[in-house]
């Protein structure tokens, strides 16, 4: 990739537009849970392997065997809602898991960036300050720590 291929900000109005949209996102959802991480590992998930089960339960098997629908997990309406809901929400988090790509993958390139112009520029400072240009040794000296107990002590 070229370098400085971004080279572009997000305005405030698009930035305040994007946490807008957000915003909007969590307060349409109000019901929304946050599992630990013990939680959705511990919990049963229905995955694509396993909807196909779930479904001819719900949808034909518990209708038509009520007699066999024993309450321990719930009533057959409350497993419907739950399947419904688990179907509505596959189109948009296929969506949002698409735009946290795009979102993820620019702001990787954008640090990356930053990153290469930032070793660059520290590079170009240890040669001057070898060379004993005024303030070299500064910058040398203030940025070097950073790279203290990472092996090489450039980056």
Do not use: W
């Amino acid at each position: 990739m070229p370098t400085n291929q971004l080279n572009i900000t997000l305005t405030a109005p698009q930035l305040a537009a994007i946490n807008a949209a957000i915003d909007a996102l969590l307060s349409n959802v109000p019901f929304g849970v946050n599992l630990t991480k013990d939680e959705r590992t511990s919990l049963p998930n229905i995955g694509d392997e396993r909807l196909p089960f779930v479904e001819k339960v719900i949808d034909n098997y518990a209708p038509a065997n009520p007699t066999l629908v024993s309450g321990f997990a719930g009533s057959k309406a409350e497993a419907l809602t739950d399947l419904t809901l688990y179907r509505q929400f596959e189109n948009p988090i296929e969506r949002l898991m698409s735009v946290l790509e795009i979102y993820k993958d620019t702001q990787q390139l954008a640090g990356s960036e930053a990153y290469k112009f930032s070793r660059v520029f520290y590079d170009t400072a240890q040669i001057a300050a070898e060379n004993n240009v005024p303030g070299a040794n500064a910058i040398v000296d203030d940025l070097s720590h950073l790279f203290e107990g990472q092996g090489l002590q450039t980056p």
